[in-house]
């Protein structure tokens, strides 16, 4: 079954702190893996995307691994900002004929001053 | 940037209405979806829509149907609301690069609907 998995559920850190997001996936035949960012009453919004070959990919203060073989990626958010206070979501793709897209239940960050 | 519109932010109806759900991307965007977001379940695809006039059944479809008369417009409709149907609507709209899915979902920023 495919399905994608978040730890923790929820995350406290002091403002300039560093913290580590997981998502481990069973989703077969990988695509890609999406990392989105959700705001307080908005949508959410891709902050990055990895594909098989791709190990690691920064974005600012945000830097995605990927570990192919064992099925796991991290998010890493460095020097945070109360503005990184959010629902972090872990999309993944599977490269089927309907593209099925298979979504974590998300850690909520909160960041506090 | 591509821009997802819904129409309502917050809407109210009462049990067995009929309520309509609007979603409108500016990108001429082929892939429209409709996903609802409950605590702790995370969001569950309800129906999605590869181009004009397609539909297809997400995951959880029982209560819903969708209209897609127009590319840039996907309605969704809950023929008689109940209050289980109460949560945050979420659409998103996606290109299609060739045969690839790697383009990102662009969201709008949600209809919180309460069936009373």
């Known amino acids: 079954k495919n399905q994608v998995e978040q730890s923790p559920q929820s995350l406290i850190i002091l403002e300039g702190k560093n913290c580590t997001l997981q998502?481990?996936?069973?989703?077969?035949?990988?695509?890609?893996l999406r990392w989105y960012k959700q705001d307080t009453g908005r949508g959410p919004v891709s902050l990055t995307i990895?594909?098989?070959?791709?190990n690691t990919k920064s974005n600012g203060r945000y830097t995605a691994t990927l570990d192919a073989d064992t099925k796991q990626s991290s998010l890493h958010i460095t020097a945070s900002q109360l503005s990184d206070s959010a629902s972090y979501i872990c999309?993944?793709?599977?490269?089927?004929?309907?593209?099925?897209?298979?979504f974590g239940k998300g850690t909520r960050l909160h960041i506090l001053p | 940037d591509v821009k997802v519109t819904q129409s309502s932010r917050y809407l109210v109806k009462r049990t067995g209405e009929k309520v309509f759900l609007e979603c409108v991307q500016d990108?001429?965007?082929?892939?429209m979806f409709w996903y609802r977001q409950d605590p702790g379940l995370g969001l569950r695809l309800i129906y999605f829509?590869?181009?004009?006039?397609?539909?297809e059944k997400g995951d959880i479809p029982e209560g819903y149907s969708v209209s897609r008369e127009k590319k840039e417009r996907f309605s969704l409709i809950l023929e008689s609301a109940s209050t289980n149907q109460t949560s945050m609507y979420l659409c998103?709209?996606?290109?299609?690069?060739?045969?690839?899915?790697?383009?990102?979902?662009?969201f709008g920023n949600g209809t919180r609907l309460t069936v009373t």
């Open positions: 829509s590869y181009d004009v006039k397609m539909k």
């Open positions: 990108m001429d965007h082929e892939n």
């Open positions: 998103a709209s996606r290109i299609r690069e060739g045969k690839t899915y790697n383009s990102p979902l662009h």
């Open positions: 999309v993944v793709s599977a490269q089927t004929r309907d593209d099925k897209i298979i």
């Open positions: 998502c481990n996936y069973t989703v077969s035949p990988f695509s890609n």
């Open positions: 990895m594909t098989f070959s791709e």
